[in-house]
């Protein structure tokens, strides 16, 4: 399964997603759980002949349908299923992307024979409201896996961050030293030595500027 060509691993199981992937994944995850709830519940209103009821369910039942696709497959901008903890809640012991197309399914069937006024009506919506339960537990595990994978990822270029940060510390240690030798050649060098009194100058600058950026930096990994 392809779970998107742009993805940079972190590791073999997990690609690095940014910040914004993962809270459209999380939104997504979200509004499905929304619309299974708008869903049912416009059904029952359905079932019970309120004008509108049905073209309102369909249309959650379209939003509920079209944000499964793209959690599941993907699209341009978003991954798919893009780690082991997703595959097993869709595709493993519970059965999660089976049972959401079950329950698809049988959305599809109870608004079909709502609007046509079927006797099947009102057995077809108890069966649409039992499995509304079980449905909504599913979609919850699945939301707080996205919500886990979200805190990964933050931790994961919080640490990359600090690595940086340090690397960057040790150049501007560097610099500082570069700074010092240049000002006592420039001391001991007297009017000769007023180029590198000048490279001093600008080194002692830079450093103050890193030192700037590192203290910020520090800020935001915190």
Known sequence: MAYGSAAVAINKDTPLLSGEVFGALI????RRRFTSQRLVLYAVLAGQGQEGAVAVARDALRLFRDAHQVLVNGNDTLPGIFCPALEEAYFGRTGGDRQIRAFIELAERTLNAAENGLRSTPGLLAELVDSTTPLLALLNQVTAIYEEQSKRHALTMKNQLRTVITDIETI??????????ASVVAA?????????????????????????????????AV
Do not use: H
């Open 188 to 220: 001991r060098a007297g009017p000769v030595g007023k180029e590198f009194a000048v490279v001093a100058g600008v080194m002692s600058s830079i450093t103050g500027e890193i030192d700037a950026m590192v203290k910020t930096a520090l800020a935001k």
């Open 27 to 30: 939104n997504l995850s979200g």
């Open 172 to 181: 501007a240690r560097q610099a500082r030293m570069v700074s010092f030798n």
